[in-house]
């Protein structure tokens, strides 16, 4: 995150500089869309509970959110057409829920629409 920043501060003083080095990406937490739709509807439903969730979702790593990409981009290429059996094996699995990062559980509540919810994780204890 402080390459990113850095380059924008040395940009300002080098503006020639920036053409002959490599360009660092905008840091991000790789939460997907529907992911943060989910977060929100918990919140508009007045559930107390949102906060802690709030929390939890932002502290997955962004790789670790990367099979749940794939998974809704697969969806989004496949809408038009049958899917192929891998992916009905994994719309499956995301329909019982997947656990991401040990922080949170998403499920897939209408493949076709992409349409998930996201509650917290048991606690390892119970």
Not at 32 to 44: D, F
Not at 75 to 90: D, F, N, V
Request: proline share 6%.
């Amino acid at each position: 995150m402080n390459d990113y920043f850095t380059q924008v501060t040395l940009d300002q003083f080098e503006p020639d500089a920036s053409e002959h080095r490599c360009r660092v990406a905008k840091p991000t937490t790789g939460i997907p869309i529907p992911v943060l739709l989910a977060v929100r509807a918990v919140r508009e439903q007045g559930s107390a509970d949102w906060i802690d969730l709030a929390d939890r979702t932002a502290a997955v790593s962004p790789k670790s959110w990367r099979p749940m990409v794939r998974l809704l981009a697969a969806i989004e290429r496949r809408a038009s057409r049958q899917p192929a059996r891998h992916l009905l094996k994994r719309i499956r699995k995301a329909e019982s829920g997947l656990l991401i990062d040990g922080q949170v559980v998403v499920t897939l509540v209408a493949a076709e629409s992409a349409i998930l919810t996201v509650k917290a994780a048991p606690e390892a204890g119970s």
